[in-house]
């Protein structure tokens, strides 16, 4: 109990020994002495050394009570972020193999998009899990980079640690799935391809994004990293409201701004 107050008592008085504390403070009890000891003629002073001396001390207070003010205020507002923001569990960093496995995660899901530089990892793995959830009524949106924006794939075969040759291997082998894919569904309307023409930061996995159940799985593209050692984090509507909000109009916006390809994809010279 103490050690508590102790700690607090010390936090105390480290903030008012802060020279935009400290100063003001020491010119308030400097005028205030000052006026007490001419009351009692201790001091001599004329009518206009304690006129300037009471302005001195009103000056300090005035501007001691400004900067409480100001903190008070910026208290106010950081405690406002931190309820809205910080009340949540932050979503944490993790590897690729910390993560549950994709058709563990998605394999009631409703809605399936996919925001990636090629998307060739998920979709060569689980190529038939696509087929099944599509045949299943669900529906799957994949956007990817847009392989015929010779200068965008060039700036991503530069930041990644795999060249620009390999980046356009992925890119092939995720055409041929992608058609592959589209020969072996009924309803090719729920399945839904779209290149964007930027460089991506984050590639995105979101399930049934607009449901209570919803969930986001984001992957950082870091300067020339392996891809098995990008940091991920999860973000669900349940656990992370807000942050949830946030990525899941990032990934809809990134949707609404991509463009369908003239085919899917295989036109990679």
Not at 128 to 141: H, L, N, P, S, T
Not at 142 to 156: C, R
Request: aromatic content about 10%.
């Amino acid at each position: 109990m103490w050690s508590g107050d102790s700690s607090k008592w010390e936090l105390w008085f480290k903030q008012w020994l802060k020279p935009s504390r400290l100063i003001p403070s020491l010119t308030i009890l400097a005028a205030g002495v000052a006026v007490v000891l001419s009351l009692f003629k201790v001091i001599v002073l004329s009518l206009a050394e304690d006129i300037i001396i009471a302005l001195l001390g009103f000056l300090a207070a005035d501007a001691l009570i400004e900067r409480l003010g100001l903190l008070e205020k910026v208290e106010s507002r950081l405690g406002s972020l931190i309820q809205r923001f910080g009340a949540q569990d932050a979503p944490f960093l993790q590897s690729r193999k910390d993560l549950a496995r994709f058709p563990e995660t998605a394999q009631d899901a409703k809605d399936i998009f996919i925001i990636a530089c090629s998307a060739s990892g998920i979709l060569t793995e689980h190529t038939q899990f696509f087929i099944d959830r599509v045949k299943q009524g669900a529906r799957i949106r994949l956007a990817v980079v847009n392989p015929d924006e010779n200068a965008v794939v060039e700036i991503v075969g530069r930041s990644d640690i795999m060249p620009v040759q390999t980046q356009i291997a992925d890119m092939r082998t995720a055409a041929g799935v992608i058609e592959h894919i589209g020969t072996h569904i009924p309803n090719t309307h729920l399945f839904e391809v779209r290149v964007f023409d930027y460089v991506p930061t984050l590639s995105f996995v979101m399930i049934d994004g607009d449901l209570p159940t919803g969930r986001i799985s984001a992957e950082l593209y870091l300067y020339q990293i392996d891809p098995w050692r990008r940091p991920h984090f999860l973000v669900t509507a349940k656990d992370h409201p807000d942050w949830y909000s946030y990525f899941r109009d990032i990934c809809e916006a990134i949707w609404q701004n991509a463009k369908v390809p003239l085919s899917h994809l295989p036109a990679i010279q």
